[in-house]
């Protein structure tokens, strides 16, 4: 179960930026947000009132649900959006890959679980091995003012990435299932990026074209009901740092898209990188050998 919805995250978030990249154009990219998010909340909220399994929730529990929103569903897409507006989507990949390092370290922090050596390895490797697949657009991108700002933003979006991984165990610790908190967080997180369009006087326009309206519906549906159901599942089942492994996956499938789709050519260092990634790969996902009981002592040694 584990590995189906790990490989059905992989697919579906390695896909997106197809559609991503179909919705530029008259419509703004916060207001896209806010659709897709807004709908993806309805129909969530759909499916968990017609099958009667929409959970109760504290004060407690929509307060988190409401940090999660902010993380997850608002600031975080903003944040790699903006980003790309001034590095590279190679460089903003490999950020955000860092996501397993990030989820590693907050377990530690907030939820005191040890960090194991393979996961920390594993990312070590995946993010070298995406350095190597994304090298030719990362050395031919001159440093600027502009770069330390992309950066600095395609790291705030990864923390804000974390973050919310950390607030959906937290929630489903408490017996909250991503179902219910993701469709509470995708409200939430639509409409405080609402309000930010409605004060910042951006206009809610709208493209009624198969363009626009079938990327939309893609990134609604797979992208964010089925994809961030999916990877939370995971979080809770996996924990956050083996489950964020996906981010160093996600630019793979991109890649095999974009050979197809766009004449994407592979060359020696990044297939050489793909092997790191892939290795990465094993090694998080490796279980650590259990110690040995040590021999019992015989009992004319106990009396000594």
Known sequence: MNLSLYLLTVLIWGTTWIALKLQLGVVAIPVSIVYRFGLAALVLFGILLIS?????????????????????????FMCFLTASQWIPSGLIAVVFSTATLWNALNARVFFGQKIAANVLGGGALGLLGLGLLFWPELS??????????GLALALLGTLCFSAG?????????????????????MLYGASMLALYCLFSGIPFAMEWNARYIGSLLYLVIPGSVIGFTAYLTL????????AAYCTVLFPLVALN????????????????GLVLVMLGNVLVFRKAKATKPLPAMPNALKTR
């Not at 009667?52 to 975080?76: E, P, S, T, W, Y």
């Not at 031919?140 to 700002?149: C, D, K, L, N, P």
């Not at 979080?235 to 740092?241: A, I, K, N, S, T």
């Open 257 to 272: 898209v974009s050979a197809y789709a766009e004449g994407y050519q592979w060359t020696a260092p990044a297939l050489f």
């Open 235 to 242: 979080v809770g089942r996996m924990g956050p740092e083996r």
């Open 165 to 185: 991984n950390m607030l959906s165990s937290l929630q489903q610790k408490a017996g909250l299932k991503p179902l219910t908190t993701n469709a509470w967080g």
């Open 52 to 76: 009667r399994r929409l959970q109760k929730m504290g004060r407690r529990g929509h307060l988190i649900c409401l940090a999660q929103g902010l993380c997850l569903f608002c600031v975080n």
């Open 140 to 149: 031919g991108h001159a440093a600027s003012r502009e770069t330390v700002i």
